[in-house]
């Protein structure tokens, strides 16, 4: 590793190689010089607070310590660096925050066909039509893909083992016309924060409200597979989650609950009566 990489050329690195650069100018007001080994988390943090006096736990991390970890993780990648785990600030938790919808999805994606941003619209489909992770999505090799099957392979996923998971007709054109090759990166992205750098400049230009890849994705697929029909068992195996608990009280959400059971006694009612 050599101190004479600075934070400014690993930057610059990050953006040529696929990172967002919005965000970049007060981290690069306050590190540019440095070398990038040399920056600790501690500094990091405590530069946020500067940058942003009087910002939400929540901004500061989303437009402070999230590009500042891609730079730094990117700068690990290339050699440059040891590893950093930059802690976040504690901001209070959305309850009750919704995935992301069919229409925000089709919107989204028109968003990336219009910027020219393939490799995005086909990961975050991905994720959203497949119930994958998005460590998961950004570690899927060409050669674990097998489009004629319509099937990707997650090796060694969250839960240590393999997991199969099968593509819609569309999604599976998608990763066609990626044309990645056996050792490549389907998605080409790296990083998790590059991913979502990039979802929320997209939401920015589409008029969308922001939502992460696990929202659009993981989240998103529980959801609309259970509003789709299909039983809690046949999701949680889909998707490759193992507690109902977990998958219940964290990922779903019901549409249109109430109607949904009052149609159902309703129905019930008149059987009844005849």
Known sequence: ?????????????????????????????????EPVDQITPLAVRQAAEE?????????????????????????????????ARIRPFRAPKARGEPPASRRWM????????????????????????????????IALLGRDVDLRRRTALLVKTKTEVN??????????ERIRDLDPG???RVFRYTSRFSVNERIAAVCHRAGLPYKSSHRAGR????TNALNGGVSVRVAMDAGGWKTSSIFLE?????????????DLFDAQHHRDQF
Do not use: K
């Open 1 to 33: 590793m050599s101190s004479r990489v600075t934070f400014s050329h690993a930057a610059e690195s990050y953006v040529q190689h696929g990172g967002e650069p919005r965000f970049l100018a007060p981290l690069l007001a306050r590190f540019g010089p």
């Open 51 to 83: 940058a942003y006096p009087d910002a939400s736990p929540a901004t500061r991390n989303r437009q402070f310590l999230t590009p500042a970890r891609a730079i730094l993780y990117h700068a690990h990648e290339m050699g440059w660096r040891m590893p």
């Open 106 to 137: 089709e919107r989204f994606v028109e968003q990336c066909d219009a910027d020219g941003l393939p490799h995005l619209a086909a990961c975050l489909l991905f994720m959203n039509l497949t119930g994958a992770r998005i460590s998961e999505a």
């Open 163 to 172: 997991s199969l998971r099968y593509m819609p007709e569309h999604l599976t």
């Open 182 to 184: 056996p050792e490549a």
């Open 219 to 222: 989240h998103a697929f529980a």
């Open 250 to 262: 964290t990922y779903t959400h019901t549409i249109d609950a109430g109607r949904t059971v009052r």
